[in-house]
């Protein structure tokens, strides 16, 4: 299923897309979807390590309870791990 999106852009993002799109012999939806998907998937994952940070702080803030060393090598293990597969393209 697709959807068609109408979006204002400046004349040069619009040039530069389009040229990208005539070297690629793709339609300029197909590269922004190739280029756009991995940047929102960081965009996310770096949301979701936002909040669930700010909840921890709270939560620490609130009940001075803390989590170890290794929880927040862990977490930031899991941050690295999913970073590197947005910047492969798995998305995981």
């Known amino acids: 299923m697709s959807r068609q999106l109408n979006l204002r852009v400046s004349d040069q993002f619009a040039e530069c897309l389009d040229r990208v799109a005539k070297r690629f012999g793709q339609p300029m939806a197909a590269v922004i979807e190739s280029v756009g998907t991995p940047a929102l998937e960081a965009a996310e994952a770096d949301a979701q390590f936002e909040a669930e940070a700010f909840i ?15 929880a927040i090598s862990a977490m930031f293990d899991a941050a690295l791990t999913r970073s590197k597969a947005v910047a492969a393209g798995d998305g995981r």
């Open 56 to 70: 921890a702080w709270e939560e620490f803030q609130l009940t001075g309870r803390h989590v170890t060393s290794d």
